[in-house]
């Protein structure tokens, strides 16, 4: 089955930088890659997604990449603020209605 | 994207019991997936319920202990049966049509 390898596991920034989380996944046939951020106690919300006829994808400070051949996708997020401290994960699925595997997460702090 | 409705948010359980959640969504979907997220750990798949069909359970999950329930094209229940310590988690359900979107969350500890 599909196997996403998330890094790094924390990831601390000052205001006003650039944050960049990395993803890696296995299965080649995986064709749509969400991801998620969740503040404590809350649901996963989605911030933005992309598929796999799509190389990057933005949307204000958010954006993603993803190289297929390499089988690896990341999160841009810039000029990074205090609320945008939270885990975020990153998700593989082999279609927009199926089911996702997801990475590890990372802890993104942001500074002041 | 779909609203989701799950219940109830929290609940604290005897071992041995069992705990009955339950997902409403405000439009007709046709696969629903429960994820369970151990605390401070990523989330993982427990089952997808079609409706009309038997839930495709990952592997790890067995039907015994997560029994699942799909009557329509809108709701679905998990059923986390004889209850231990270990299955205090946040149990999520999720659609994936219409952009993927998940419930609120139930939060279970096992006294």
């Known amino acids: 089955g599909e196997n996403v390898e998330q890094h790094p596991s924390t990831l601390s920034v000052q205001e006003g930088d650039s944050a960049v989380i990395k993803c890696t996944y296995s299965d080649s046939a995986s064709n749509y890659f969400p991801w998620y951020k969740q503040e404590l106690g809350k649901r996963p919300q989605l911030i933005i997604d992309?598929?796999?006829?799509?190389g990057e994808k933005k949307d204000q400070r958010i954006a993603v990449t993803l190289n297929k051949t390499a089988k690896h996708f990341s999160l841009h997020i810039t000029e990074t603020q205090p609320e945008d401290s939270a885990v975020y994960f990153c998700a593989a699925s082999k279609g927009s209605a199926r089911q996702l595997t997801f990475g590890s997460g990372t802890q993104l702090t942001v500074l002041p | 994207s779909a609203v989701i409705s799950q219940k109830p948010s929290r609940d604290i359980c005897q071992r041995g019991t069992s705990l009955t959640i339950q997902c409403q969504v405000d439009s007709q979907v046709t696969m629903m997936f429960w994820y369970r997220q151990q605390p401070g750990q990523s989330l993982t798949l427990i089952a997808t319920a079609n409706q009309g069909s038997e839930a495709t359970y990952e592997s790890g999950f067995v039907i015994d202990k997560f029994p699942i329930s799909r009557p329509n094209l809108t709701f679905s229940t998990l059923t986390v049966s004889n209850l231990s310590p270990e299955d205090s988690s946040i149990y999520l359900c999720?659609?994936?049509?219409?952009?993927?979107?998940f419930g609120s969350g139930t939060r279970l500890t096992v006294v």
């Open positions: 992309i598929r796999s006829n799509v």
């Open positions: 999720s659609v994936g049509e219409n952009g993927y979107t």
